[in-house]
C-alpha cells in the first residue's frame, strides 16, 4: 500500500508532512509488491500523485514516466499535419515553424525533452523569429496547437506557448494614391533593359504586371504565375477577364479587367500585347 506525502525541499517553510499548500512535490511512500519504495512523484497536485499511485499498484511496479524527446513530439505532430487535409503552404508553414525552427533552437540550446520547453524557453524562442508583427502572432497560434497536441497525449502538463503575449500592432497601410500609381505606371517606361534602352519587353511585362496588381487585387505572388490561358472573354462576350482559381475556397472566381473604355486603363490589351514565351 502506497500513500502521497509531501516532500518538503529546503527552501520550503513548511516542516510538517501535513502541510500541502506548498508547490513542494508530493513522494509515493509504501510497500508495493513487497518492496519498500520512497520515490518522488513529480508533482505538486494530489490528485496526479494519487492517480499515480494507483497507476502503479495496478501494474504492481514503479512505472517511470519517460520525458518524450522533443525530436519524437515534432515528428508526431507532423505526422499528423501531413495526414490532416490542410494546404501544401499551411503544412510548409508548420515545417518551418516545428520541424526547422523549434527543432534548431532546442538543439542550440541543450533542450533534449519536451518538458525542458517552458514557458521561458518559449519566450526566448520567440525571440529568435524574424517575423513581422502579423506573422508572429499566426506562428504563436501554430505553436500553442503544437503544445496542445502534445498536452492531449499527455507529454506535457501545460502548455508554455499559451502565456506568450500576441497583442500586437499591425499597422495598416494607406493604398496608393490615384498620383502615386500613376507615378509607378510613368516609371516602367522609363526602366531600362540590360543595355539601357527603353521601351522594351521587360518595361512592358512590368507595365501589365503593375496594371494587373492594381486591378485584379491578386497578391504578388499569384499574379506573376498566371498563364496566358487564363485571360478568357467574359460571360456575356463582352470584354476579358481572369479566372483564377481560390485556393482557400477552392474555386474559380473571373475577375473582369478594364480594356481601355470607361476612362480606364487597358490592361487586357497590356497583357493581350505581351510576346507569348
Ligand atoms: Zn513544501
Not at 511512500?29 to 494507483?54: C, H, P, Q
Not at 514503479?62 to 503552404?89: F, S, T
Not at 533593359?193 to 491578386?218: C, I, K, M, P
Amino acid at each position: 500500500m502506497l500513500k502521497a506525502e509531501k516532500r518538503h525541499g529546503l527552501g520550503c517553510r513548511a516542516y510538517d508532512r501535513a502541510h500541502t499548500k506548498c508547490t513542494c512535490p508530493y513522494q509515493a511512500i509504501g510497500m508495493l509488491n513487497g518492496a519498500f519504495v520512497r520515490r518522488s512523484l513529480k508533482t505538486s497536485s494530489y490528485e496526479r500523485a494519487v492517480a499515480l499511485i494507483r497507476d502503479w499498484e495496478t501494474a504492481g511496479a514503479v512505472k517511470e514516466e519517460k520525458p518524450i524527446p522533443i525530436e519524437e513530439a515534432v515528428a508526431a505532430y507532423m505526422r499528423d499535419v501531413g495526414a490532416r487535409n490542410v494546404q501544401r503552404d499551411t503544412k510548409q508553414k508548420f515545417h518551418t515553424l516545428i520541424e526547422e525552427r523549434l527543432l534548431n533552437f532546442a538543439r542550440k540550446r541543450g533542450y533534449p525533452r519536451l518538458k525542458d520547453l517552458n514557458l521561458h524557453a518559449v519566450t526566448e524562442f520567440r525571440i529568435t523569429w524574424p517575423d513581422a508583427p502579423a506573422t508572429a502572432q499566426k506562428n504563436i497560434e501554430r505553436l500553442r496547437n503544437f503544445f496542445r497536441f502534445a498536452m492531449d497525449r499527455e507529454w506535457c502538463t501545460s502548455n508554455p506557448a499559451s502565456k506568450l503575449n500576441v497583442r500586437v500592432v499591425v499597422q495598416q497601410k494607406d493604398p496608393f494614391s490615384a498620383e502615386e500609381f500613376d507615378r509607378i505606371l510613368e516609371a516602367t517606361h522609363l526602366y531600362g533593359d540590360g543595355h539601357w534602352r527603353t521601351g522594351q519587353a521587360n518595361a512592358g511585362e512590368l507595365r501589365a504586371l503593375v496594371l494587373v496588381l492594381r486591378f485584379s487585387g491578386l497578391r504578388i505572388s499569384d499574379a506573376v504565375k498566371l498563364e496566358r490561358t487564363q485571360l478568357i472573354r467574359g460571360a456575356g462576350g463582352d470584354g476579358f477577364g481572369l479566372l483564377v482559381e481560390q485556393q482557400k475556397v477552392r474555386r474559380s472566381v473571373y475577375i473582369p479587367l478594364p480594356d481601355g473604355r470607361d476612362g480606364l486603363p487597358d490592361v487586357v490589351g497590356a497583357l493581350l500585347g505581351l510576346p507569348s514565351t
